[in-house]
């Protein structure tokens, strides 16, 4: 006997990110087109994870002077949230590079990725429609 399933979507709020809360944000907007994140704002975090290999077995110092050359949003965002001392963590616990690059992103994951989007989004960049972003990101590729 076959069993099929008809996934249907629906409106659900039991996550914050997902299908439900995407389509709710679909509905609600004034246009009806999703907004996403802007390319912007990925290059401007492309450009600290460029710069992680520059930080092993660096002084504070010299991260901070590193770090004070990328944009603004990515500057504030580890000032606010005090994650240079991540970066330190990430030296004074390593042996090897291999080891730091582990730790580094230990600490740098989706969820601070995620957290510093939202951030950055607030005064630094716009959300931007589905399809410019699209677009954007297809002359970067």
């Known amino acids: 006997m076959d069993t099929f399933v008809y996934p249907e979507a629906r409106f659900s709020d039991r996550i914050p990110f997902g299908t439900g809360p995407a389509l709710e944000k679909i ?3 004034e246009n009806g087109v999703l907004s996403v994140y802007s390319v912007e704002a990925f290059r401007a975090l492309q450009s600290f ?3 992680r290999i ?3 077995k ?3 110092d010299a991260i901070a002077t590193l770090i004070s050359g990328l944009h ?3 500057c504030e965002f580890l000032n606010d949230n005090k994650l240079l001392s991540a970066i330190t963590d990430c030296n004074q616990n390593s042996a090897t590079e291999a080891t730091y690059q582990k730790g580094f992103f230990h600490h740098f994951d989706a ?3 995620i957290k510093y989007l939202n951030y950055a989004h607030t ?3 716009a959300l931007t429609p589905i399809h410019i ?3 954007k990101l297809a002359t970067l590729l």
């Open 27 to 29: 509905i609600t907007s």
């Open 49 to 51: 994870f460029n710069l």
């Open 123 to 125: 005064s630094h960049f």
């Open 58 to 60: 660096q002084s504070d």
């Open 72 to 74: 603004p949003s990515i």
């Open 133 to 135: 972003a699209k677009d």
């Open 111 to 113: 969820f601070v990725i």
């Open 54 to 56: 520059e930080f092993y």
